[in-house]
């Protein structure tokens, strides 16, 4: 009887664990250069952005344009996108940067934290 007890909780434990939870959360980036500061497709348009899906969540953001593009850099705070290591350089090493382009966080990229280059991919 206990095992028949304990066969059946485990699968039922089981079936809950395997089952997909409900996603009801809104995917938006925060904090720092990545954070989403225009929210809407008529404000992006109206600061020159382009309404967009950037990452691979079905969630639209607006990419701009940066006004400080290629000005050097230690850390992404100090750029409107990100702070990018220059070409080449090498993982864990000190390297001085440059901001990005635009405010697109996602995709693979070489970036400048705190003087240090290092990857990150943001899908």
Same mark, same amino acid.
């Given at each position: 009887?206990?095992?028949?007890?304990?066969?059946?909780?485990?699968?039922?434990?089981?079936?809950?664990?395997?089952?997909?939870?409900?996603?009801?959360?809104?995917?938006?980036?925060?904090?720092?250069?990545?954070?989403?500061?225009?929210?809407?497709?008529?404000?992006? /348009? !109206?600061?020159? $952005?382009?309404?967009?899906?950037?990452?691979?969540?079905?969630?639209? #953001? &607006? =990419?701009?344009? /940066? !006004?400080?593009? $290629?000005?050097?850099?230690?850390?992404?705070?100090?750029?409107?996108? #990100? &702070? =990018?290591?220059?070409?080449?350089?090498?993982?864990?090493?000190?390297?001085?940067?440059?901001?990005?382009?635009?405010?697109?966080?996602?995709?693979?990229?070489?970036?400048?934290?705190?003087?240090?280059?290092?990857?990150?991919?943001?899908?």
């Amino acid at each position: 009887m206990i095992k028949r007890f304990a066969s059946v909780l485990l699968v039922g434990l089981l079936a809950a664990c395997s089952a997909p939870a409900e996603r009801t959360d809104t995917v938006m980036p925060t904090g720092g250069p990545d954070k989403a500061t225009v929210t809407n497709e008529a404000e992006c /348009t !109206a600061v020159g $952005g382009q309404w967009t899906q950037l990452g691979r969540a079905p969630v639209k #953001q &607006c =990419l701009r344009q /940066t !006004a400080d593009a $290629g000005k050097a850099c230690t850390e992404s705070e100090q750029c409107e996108g #990100q &702070c =990018l290591a220059p070409e080449g350089s090498v993982d864990g090493t000190q390297v001085g940067g440059t901001c990005s382009v635009d405010t697109n966080p996602f995709g693979c990229q070489q970036r400048v934290r705190d003087g240090v280059a290092s990857t990150i991919c943001v899908d």
